[in-house]
């Protein structure tokens, strides 16, 4: 049973056009994932809802709208959080 709270690196990187984001969560709670751009413009929400403890939660990011660049993804759940960075290459 997952006890921290973590982020993995998102696979593959870099990527073209979708990419996997997996996740651990010590407590079940109010969890969002967002991507930003390069300049902190949030480009999308993968997840924003009540998400149980216990398991790896893993999503799929599909970018095919998104032009080649550097990204940021930023998983929150109450006080804690955790932002990685990731690479789409067209």
């Known amino acids: 049973v997952p006890k921290l ?3 993995s690196d998102n696979y593959p990187n ?3 056009p979708s990419t996997t984001i997996e996740f651990t969560l010590p407590t079940t709670g109010r969890t969002t994932l967002k991507i930003f751009s390069m300049l902190g413009h949030e ?3 993968l997840v ?3 998400l149980s403890s216990g398991t790896a939660h893993r999503y799929e990011l599909n970018a095919e709208q998104f032009p080649s660049g550097i990204y940021f993804y930023q998983l929150v759940q ?4 955790i932002v990685k960075r ?3 290459l067209k």
């Open 78 to 81: 109450g006080n804690q959080r």
């Open 14 to 16: 870099p990527f073209n």
């Open 5 to 7: 709270f973590s982020l």
């Open 86 to 88: 990731m690479m789409l």
């Open 43 to 45: 480009m999308m929400t």
């Open 48 to 50: 924003d809802k009540e």
